[in-house]
């Protein structure tokens, strides 16, 4: 039996090493200005400038209830989701990788809640674990947000 193989762009995360599904992709960019939007959504962290569009930049950290980066974060994701850009800011951007289903395990039940609902699941690897974010769920209007900033 054959499985289908996917591809995922690695991500960094606070020391976690996270995926996302490359067709999700648009862009990956060093990131720029980012301007403050006031009474947005703890994980907003604001407005940027992309090649005349604007784009809303979310502070990825924020938004899976981990704690601020101490330094300059400098890359972007560019996610599209509904035609619309998004970008997710994150520590570093690694490999693209080809995925095959077996390689595909679900959430495990210890994983908190609030990351369960933004994965699709787990990537295993010889040298570790990836969890596959589900670019959509990340961007949704988010029930938990204040939860999740909490955490």
């Known amino acids: 039996m054959t499985h289908s193989a996917t ?8 020391g976690r090493a996270l995926g996302i599904d490359v067709m999700q992709v648009q862009d990956v960019i060093r990131l720029g200005t980012v301007t403050p939007v006031p ?5 907003i962290a604001g407005v940027m400038n992309l090649r005349g569009h604007i784009v809303t930049a979310i502070d990825l950290r924020a938004r899976l209830g981990l704690p601020p ?3 300059e974060r400098s890359m972007c994701v560019v996610v599209s989701l509904d035609g619309e850009a998004h970008g997710l800011i994150v ?3 690694g490999e693209v990788l080809a995925v095959s289903e077996a390689d595909r395990e679900p959430d495990p039940p210890t994983l908190p809640a609030h990351w369960r609902a933004v994965s699709r699941g787990i990537v295993r690897r010889e040298e570790d674990l990836i969890l596959e974010l589900d670019a959509a769920a990340l961007l949704s209007g988010c029930p938990d947000a204040q939860i999740v900033a909490a955490a």
């Open 7 to 14: 591809q995922i762009v690695t991500l960094s995360l606070a």
């Open 39 to 43: 009474r947005a959504a703890p994980w």
């Open 69 to 71: 980066t101490i330094g």
């Open 91 to 93: 520590d570093a951007v």
